[in-house]
Each structure stands twice: as C-alpha cells, then as structure tokens.
C-alpha cells in the first residue's frame, strides 16, 4: 500500500471514533480510580479499628459498673411521677 491510501485508511477509522465519548470513558474511569482510593485512605486500619472496640469495651463495662452501683433504672419512675404532678 502507498502512504495515500494509508492515511486515507486511518483518517476513516478515526473519523468512526466517537471521540467525545473515548474523552468522557477516561475521564470517569480516572474520578472512579480517585473515588476508590479515596475511600480506600477513608477505610480504618487495624489500629483505627482496635482502638475503637477497646473505647467501646470501656465504655460498656463503666455503665455496667454504674448500673450495678446504682441502678439507674429505679430513678425513672420518681422522674415520671412528679413530671405529671
């Protein structure tokens, strides 16, 4: 083939692309890989996440501790009955 009928060749298979959306395709293949590595920077660690159930622990053993000192739930009732007086 003579380089004419080449570039003639490759001219019309590069008018067929329809470039805009080549253009949109990479573009929101590019905000999804940053979206995902966003998300993936946004995902607690292993410390993150220990550190969080030990709070967690904390925090459910002193309100066991307290409700067995003194139970919170006997107070409810006075709070009731002399809200309606």
Excluded: Y
């Excluded at 999804?32 to 292993?46: F, T, V």
């Excluded at 410390?47 to 067995?68: G, I, M, P, S, Y």
Aim: aromatic share 4%; with cysteine.
């Amino acid at each position: 083939m003579d380089p004419i009928t080449i570039s003639a060749a490759a001219g019309a298979v590069i008018d067929l692309v329809d470039w805009k959306k080549v253009v949109k395709g990479l573009a929101n293949d590019a905000v999804s890989k940053r979206a995902k590595g966003l998300l993936e920077h946004l995902k607690p660690d292993d410390r993150e996440r220990a550190a969080k159930r030990a709070v967690q622990l904390f925090v459910e053993e002193f309100l066991t501790e307290l409700e067995d000192k003194t139970p919170l739930a006997s107070a409810v009732p006075a709070i009731t009955t002399n809200c309606r007086a």
